[in-house]
């Protein structure tokens, strides 16, 4: 059953990829400082944020180190809790960015709803093996009856191919969960790299979510999706 609504103006849930958080083995200190700057201006304006941290390179970089010392055949389900601890630990440095405004606790089991999550800022890990913080913010939108999640990535839209190996990769801008769906395929699989999680899409087309897929460095264009003006990405429903 969905919470009662908090007195806030508009609530959101983000899908802050790790590709945003630890782009490449370290903190991108510069991006976060513009978040935080930019998340706590809309939250003195009344907003409120459900912030879903992705693994980033923590992941992929823990995820080959095992590979390289006992091979391929490690469970996928080690594998994704190699993920999992790596949304964790991203989760709580970004809980302590915003530590003053946020929730006291991280969020990381979703089959509970935590009613005592009133503050404006509530920051939130990765749960169970099986799927993508994605999944993640998706369980949350259903929980706390909020209609859309944005996805905060590295990338500006979708593509209908893979944009770094074909140069006449081309953009969509609207997109129907089927095709997404065709697109990413139905299978999780640790470390997979797609736009949105097979798993969450599967998820979200079942409960009728809209999703927005944007490149999260643009926080201009970020403004301007919370403000319902023209924005560049992808919208999925």
Same mark, same amino acid.
């Given at each position: 059953?969905?919470?009662?609504?908090?007195?806030?103006?508009? =609530?959101?849930? %983000?899908? /802050?990829?790790?590709?945003?958080?630890?782009?490449?083995?370290?903190?991108?200190?510069?991006? %976060?400082?513009?978040?935080?700057?930019?998340?706590?201006?809309?939250?003195?304006?009344?907003?409120?944020?459900?912030?879903?941290?992705?693994?980033?390179?923590?992941?992929?970089?823990?995820? +080959?180190?095992? =590979?390289?010392?006992?091979?391929?055949?490690?469970?996928? =389900?080690?594998?994704?809790? %190699?993920?999992? @601890?790596?949304?964790?630990?991203?989760? @709580?440095?970004?809980?302590?960015?915003?530590?003053?405004?946020?929730?006291?606790?991280?969020?990381? @089991?979703?089959?509970?709803?935590?009613? +005592?999550?009133?503050?404006?800022?509530?920051?939130?890990?990765?749960?169970?093996?099986?799927?993508?913080?994605?999944?993640?913010?998706? #369980? /949350?939108?259903?929980?706390?009856?909020?209609?859309?999640?944005?996805? /905060?990535?590295?990338?500006?839209?979708?593509?209908?191919?893979?944009?770094?190996?074909?140069?006449?990769?081309?953009?969509?801008?609207?997109?129907?969960?089927?095709?997404?769906?065709? #697109?990413?395929? +139905?299978?999780?699989?640790?470390? #997979?790299?797609?736009?949105?999680?097979?798993?969450?899409?599967? %998820?979200? +087309?079942?409960?009728? #979510?809209?999703?927005?897929?944007?490149?999260?460095?643009?926080?201009?264009?970020?403004?301007?999706? /919370? =403000?319902?003006?023209?924005?560049?990405?992808?919208?999925?429903?």
């Amino acid at each position: 059953m969905p919470i009662k609504k908090l007195d806030y103006k508009k =609530e959101y849930i %983000l899908s /802050l990829g790790g590709s945003l958080i630890v782009p490449n083995g370290g903190p991108d200190i510069e991006f %976060l400082q513009q978040f935080n700057r930019f998340i706590r201006k809309k939250a003195t304006q009344g907003c409120r944020f459900f912030i879903v941290c992705g693994g980033g390179s923590i992941t992929r970089s823990y995820q +080959k180190a095992a =590979e390289a010392v006992v091979g391929k055949q490690i469970a996928n =389900e080690d594998m994704d809790w %190699l993920g999992i @601890h790596s949304t964790r630990l991203n989760a @709580h440095m970004v809980r302590t960015i915003f530590k003053d405004i946020a929730y006291e606790r991280i969020i990381k @089991h979703y089959d509970i709803i935590d009613k +005592k999550a009133i503050q404006p800022i509530v920051v939130c890990s990765g749960w169970r093996p099986g799927w993508s913080t994605d999944y993640d913010a998706v #369980l /949350l939108a259903q929980d706390y009856d909020i209609k859309r999640v944005i996805n /905060l990535s590295n990338i500006e839209m979708v593509y209908d191919k893979d944009p770094y190996k074909y140069k006449d990769a081309k953009p969509i801008k609207e997109m129907k969960w089927d095709d997404l769906i065709s #697109l990413v395929g +139905k299978k999780w699989v640790p470390g #997979l790299n797609r736009p949105f999680d097979p798993i969450a899409s599967q %998820l979200a +087309k079942s409960i009728g #979510l809209k999703v927005v897929i944007c490149n999260g460095k643009n926080l201009d264009n970020f403004a301007r999706i /919370l =403000e319902g003006k023209k924005f560049v990405g992808t919208v999925i429903e």
